[in-house]
């Protein structure tokens, strides 16, 4: 067990990625950071499986509290949770046989892609242009959470600001929606993982909790300000994102 004033910091980034995560995804991104540098004496596979159990709380909880307050598409979003839910479970058993820094280059192109696009783009998501769900809608739905699946399975952070994305480039969500929508695909994701990280035995059980707790409570305060001020402040949000996950990647890579 970790001393206490290690577990108060560790709960504090919980908060905020657990805020982060609720309004936009990517909250990994400060809640691994943390739990890394918390537990020096585990290995790499045991912190990602008790990050897993944290934001799988936190997502389940942020998307209970947008239930009823937006009208989900089932008919796609289901589809595409259960093709997220089996690639992640692939992605996680050949984590050993993909080469992540590879990923990362790709990854990080990927953000800055996004990034110029959302900047560019000042309507994007700015109101829902979706239209219908047909097998071509539902297809895509299928292939984009398999892929998402996967690379959440392999490798992990900010899939649910590509999910976000995907859901406002591709059918035309408003980003409040997209928001939203995302973390249906990213209950199946963060189970799959579990399935995976639990029987092996890589989740502390204890600190995972507290995690958890701490992140459930960043989430309520994160769907509170994407539902009081609406796509706008998610698409800014969302941006600010981008750029710290640019720095941060960028940082690391070069």
Not at 2 to 9: S, W, Y
């Amino acid at each position: 067990m970790i001393d206490q004033t290690a577990l108060l910091t560790l709960g504090l980034f919980a908060f905020c990625g657990g805020l982060i995560d609720a309004a936009v995804g990517g909250g990994g991104l400060i809640q691994i950071p943390a739990l890394l540098h918390a537990l020096p004496q585990h290995n790499i596979a045991t912190v990602f499986g008790t990050n897993k159990l944290a934001v799988w709380a936190g997502t389940t909880a942020s998307f209970f509290r947008y239930v009823h307050k937006i009208t989900f598409v089932w008919k796609l979003l289901i589809p595409t949770m259960l093709a997220a839910f089996i690639f992640a479970f692939a992605g996680a058993m050949t984590t050993a046989h993909v080469p992540k820094q590879l990923m990362s280059y790709v990854v990080f192109c990927l953000l800055i892609l996004m990034a110029i696009y959302t900047f560019l783009k000042k309507d994007l998501g700015a109101r829902s242009t979706y239209v219908r769900c047909g097998p071509k809608e539902i297809s895509l739905g299928i292939l984009f959470g398999g892929l998402v699946g996967f690379y959440d399975g392999v490798f992990g952070p900010g899939s649910g600001s590509f999910l976000l994305f995907l859901f406002v480039k591709v059918f035309g969500f408003d980003f409040l929606n997209a928001s939203a929508s995302a973390k249906i695909v990213n209950i199946g994701t963060f189970s799959s993982a579990l399935l995976f990280f639990i029987p092996t035995g890589h989740v502390l059980w204890q600190i995972g909790l507290i995690v958890a707790l701490c992140n459930v409570l960043g989430s309520f305060a994160g769907v509170f300000l994407a539902l009081r001020y609406g796509s706008q402040f998610i698409r800014w949000f969302f941006l600010i994102l981008l750029v710290f996950l640019i720095l941060r990647m960028g940082l690391s890579l070069f």
